[in-house]
């Protein structure tokens, strides 16, 4: 170091400093501007995209609450369709039920309708056959009894005397 101070020339301090100056002068002329504003370009770029980003981050955040509540919305109708459909069954059931008394009810009264009307034919069939059969048992048993003229007079004035009395 010593060694430059003793070669100092006053001249070439000059030149070198004056070219130096110029140099700056160029560079902040044609270079420095330049470089600037494309670093002001990429900080401001750098800005828009980080901007950009927190505004997607939010739009992310905001699309999720929506899912959610979407999502919370399409259960609860879910929910009450369940319901809905759990109620409707059960008044179909009770309604099946309801009608199946109600026609079972009716196919009892019918067949009881029946059963009588059966019942009252198989009676009035029975007192027909009973008659018939009375009648018919009568018949033989007064050909058997009126056979002989004595028995005939002989009922003829039991009659009389019953119908006398009535």
Known sequence: MENLLEKFEVGLFFWQSLIFLLLLFLL???AWK???TSVINREESIKEGLAAAEEAK???RQLKEDNKA???E???ERDTIVKEAREAKE??????KIKAQEEGAKMIDSAKEVIRAERTAAV??????VAELSISIAEKVIKSEISSDAKQNELISSALKDANLN
């Not at 008044?91 to 099946?96: G, L, P, Q, S, V």
């Not at 009035?124 to 056959?129: S, V, Y």
């Open 70 to 72: 979407l999502l919370a």
């Open 28 to 30: 902040r002329k044609f």
């Open 34 to 36: 330049p470089i600037l």
């Open 124 to 129: 009035n069939d029975l007192r027909n056959q």
């Open 91 to 96: 008044n179909m059931i009770a309604e099946a």
């Open 58 to 60: 939010e739009q992310m």
């Open 74 to 76: 399409a259960r609860k």
